[in-house]
């Protein structure tokens, strides 16, 4: 079964998303980018809400350059405030043997401070206009990690989805090189309605959304409603 995660700025979106049913709350700031960093008070908040419906949540914490030692502070600060799942994108990266060292970094941070929190590391889509690296390849670069799950996102949120810039044939091999190597994967980025035919037959382990399950696009807020149609049809 695919898990449905739902990407809550707040308090009132994530309620929403919990109450369509969401099986991940996932905490971000769209403001700060695709997996843009939330404060750590916020994080807190709703990881004390999540806990008590015996849900998951997941935090994002940036979508970075080469900087391991600040991204493995933000790492375990989002673990400390109550996360899940620590998700990190490799934005800036053009090289396969810094990301490789970068998610290490990550992963100790996290695992040092409790082994049973995941990381999961994303790339992008749309990587070619972002100058980043291609996500196909990531599976074979991130085997070695110690890495949990490995994600593919849009970098540039301009009503673009992940369908325009990869092909099905591309986002399969995705999911079978991770799964051979023991990762779970997950697919977000301008993910539509229109959508779902294909994702239901690429079958990921986790689906990503926002402004799908937002009542007038990103910026605006979740609504419940939405969140339990797209579980629906999914599911």
């Known amino acids: 079964m695919i898990k449905v995660l739902v990407s809550p700025k707040n308090l009132e979106e994530a309620k929403e998303a919990l109450r369509g049913g969401a099986g991940i709350i996932d905490v971000k700031n769209p403001l700060e980018g695709s997996l843009g960093a939330n404060y750590p008070w916020i ?3 709703i990881a004390n809400l999540v806990k008590k419906t015996g849900k998951e949540m997941s935090a994002t914490i940036g979508d970075f350059d080469f900087k391991p030692g ?9 673990a400390h405030s109550g996360a899940d799942y620590i998700k990190v994108g490799l934005f800036s990266f053009s090289d ?3 990301a490789n060292l970068f998610i290490r970094k990550i992963v100790k941070a996290v695992k040092d401070y409790n082994p049973g929190k995941k990381v999961v590391v994303a790339c992008y889509a749309d990587f070619r206009r972002i100058g980043s690296l291609n996500p196909v390849e990531l599976p074979l670069h991130a085997e070695d990690t110690g890495v949990d799950g490995l994600m593919i996102d849009t970098a540039i949120k301009d009503g673009k989805s992940t369908f325009e810039f990869m092909g099905y ?22 993910i539509g309605w229109s959508h779902l035919p294909a994702i239901k037959e690429l079958s990921p382990d986790i689906i990503g959304v926002r402004t799908m399950v937002c009542e007038n696009g990103r910026d605006s807020s979740i609504k419940g409603e939405l969140v339990a149609r797209l579980i629906k049809e999914v599911c």
């Not at 600040?70 to 989002?78: I, P, Q, S, V």
């Not at 044939?169 to 301008?190: N, P």
């Open 169 to 190: 044939d591309e986002l399969s091999s995705f999911i079978e090189r991770s799964r051979e190597r023991g990762f779970f994967t997950a697919i977000a980025g301008g």
């Open 70 to 78: 600040t991204g493995a502070l933000a790492a375990l600060g989002a």
């Open 96 to 98: 396969w043997k810094k």
């Open 43 to 45: 994080i807190r908040e």
